[in-house]
């Protein structure tokens, strides 16, 4: 059973679209989430974390239901740079778990 | 801004050969990681380094792998006899123990066995 488990899209949304990523995980010791983005052939970039009350910033926000162990990213408002690949990611202690990533287009 | 720094950017070897991928952390980070992603993939852990000694590691992490914190900035990955599926590009971490294991990535190195 993965880990962590995203839709691979890919996602073709309009500039200014809003658009949302789910993610499922299957350790319910797991204690700390993340979305990271990843473009073509880079590092991954911290997006943010994400916390049980859900967190903001600016036209990210990102939501956490460890019940149903949940995690997903709302963008508003999309820009053609949010085109990349959206990485959920969850920590087990010190051992961190990556999904395969959601690809985003955002076509002018 | 501070950053994760990584030599060679590209690395080529030939099978049977041994690797050192080198890192810089963040100077105040102190915690260390090490992934790979096999082209097409997702990034896989392969181990977490902590006061000097490993906290984690993944069953991909065997006794081919060994890491090692030679100095107060390097932080380095050796791969032992390397084979052809080892080519990937291996990406270095570190995280602030305040920051809520915040990573921030270097820019990676890119192996590639012959």
């Known amino acids: 059973r993965k880990e962590v488990e995203q839709d691979p899209g890919p996602f073709n949304v309009p500039e200014g679209a809003t658009v949302a990523f789910n993610c499922t995980y299957s350790?319910?010791?797991?204690?700390?989430f993340f979305w990271y983005r990843q473009d073509c052939r880079k590092e991954p970039k911290l997006l943010m974390s994400?916390?049980?009350s859900g967190n903001e910033d600016g036209r990210f926000t990102a939501q956490l239901n460890r019940a149903s162990q949940y995690i997903s990213l709302l963008i508003r408002d999309s820009k053609l740079s949010d085109s990349a690949t959206y990485l959920c990611v969850v920590s087990t202690g010190n051992q961190f778990y990556f999904g395969t990533g959601t690809s985003l287009t955002v076509i002018p | 801004e501070p950053e994760v720094t990584q030599t060679p950017s590209h690395q080529v070897t030939q099978m049977g050969q041994e690797v050192i991928l080198r890192c810089v952390p963040i100077?105040?980070?102190?915690?260390f990681y090490w992934y790979r992603q096999i082209l097409g993939q997702k990034v896989e852990f392969l181990v977490s380094f902590y006061n000097n000694e490993i906290s984690e590691k993944s069953e991909i992490f065997d006794d081919q792998f060994s890491v090692e914190r030679p100095d107060g900035s390097n932080f380095t990955l050796k791969i032992r006899s390397t084979k052809l599926e080892d080519s990937a590009m291996y990406f270095c971490?570190?995280?602030?123990?305040?920051?809520?294991?915040?990573?921030?990535f270097g820019p990676g190195t890119r192996l590639t066995v012959t």
């Open positions: 971490a570190s995280s602030d123990p305040d920051s809520s294991y915040e990573q921030y």
């Open positions: 994400v916390y049980s």
């Open positions: 100077s105040n980070h102190l915690y």
């Open positions: 350790n319910s010791a797991s204690q700390s």
